[in-house]
T-cell receptor, first 116, second 114 residues
Framework: NAGVMQNPRHLVRRRGQEARLRCSPM?????VYWYRQLPEEGLKFMVY????????ESGMPKERFSAEFPKEGPSILRIQQVVRGDSAAYFC??????????????FGPGTRLTVL | AQSVAQPEDQVNVAEGNPLTVKCTYSVSGNPYLFWYVQYPNRGLQFLLKYITGDNLVKGSYGFEAEFNKSQTSFHLKKPSALVSDSALYFC????????????FGKGTRLSVIA
């Protein structure tokens, strides 16, 4: 069973360009979370999605950021018109659909975004 | 609102000595607590969790953590540190069972010196 997959692992963009980050959850997992890690800081929650639904986007910046998790295919985190402050490591995590106390989140290797 | 505090940015320990990485939390309702480890340029790896039951939780790689409700703490411990334990450690909390997001501490960098 492959773990959480993220691609690309490294992404370089110039200011004003768009960044698309992809996340394929573990097999059988239907819950996806996106977190952002700034240098020397912990992970900050951005958005929580289930298939075709955004459950909680309280951590997402109001502008330029969007996320989706379609019925087929990976979850996508999209950042439009990137700025230098968007440079960070973006981690995706997934968990199984069963509600209960054993739902630790499994993390992908992250995408490191650098904005020039 | 939930929060996690890791009061030490850096912990240094000699190989073979016991180690403790501190974590305190604030949450309404029952806490669900987790420890993760991050190696350089890697994602987070799950170490252990406290949901209910025994206050001493055993996890991966010989790590354990002690839940203390009165002190709202969940310190990570290992009896004998290895150089390979050197990494960034994150404590996280969730306030209810289910699939809610995790709230992370800022992390503590552990250096084990040979």
């Amino acid at each position: 069973n492959a773990g959480v997959m993220q691609n690309p692992r490294h992404l370089v963009r110039r200011r004003g360009q768009e960044a698309r980050l992809r996340c394929s959850p573990m097999k059988g997992h239907s819950h996806v979370y996106w977190y952002r890690q700034l240098p020397e800081e912990g992970l900050k929650f951005m958005v929580y999605l289930q298939k075709e639904n955004i459950i909680d986007e309280s951590g997402m910046p109001k502008e330029r950021f969007s996320a989706e998790f379609p019925k087929e295919g990976p979850s996508i985190l999209r950042i439009q018109q990137v700025v230098r402050g968007d440079s960070a490591a973006y981690f995706c995590a997934s968990s199984p659909p069963v509600r209960g106390p054993y739902n630790e989140q499994f993390f992908g290797p992250g995408t490191r975004l650098t904005v020039l | 609102a939930q929060s996690v505090a890791q009061p030490e940015d850096q912990v240094n320990v000699a190989e073979g000595n016991p180690l403790t990485v501190k974590c305190t939390y604030s949450v309404s309702g029952n806490p669900y607590l987790f420890w993760y480890v991050q190696y350089p340029n890697r994602g987070l790896q799950f170490l252990l969790k406290y949901i209910t039951g025994d206050n001493l939780v055993k996890g991966s790689y010989g790590f354990e953590a002690e839940f203390n409700k009165s002190q709202t703490s969940f310190h990570l411990k290992k009896p004998s540190a290895l150089v390979s334990d050197s990494a960034l450690y994150f404590c996280a909390v969730r306030s209810e069972s289910g699939n809610t997001p995790l709230v992370f501490g800022k992390g503590t960098r552990l250096s084990v010196i040979a």
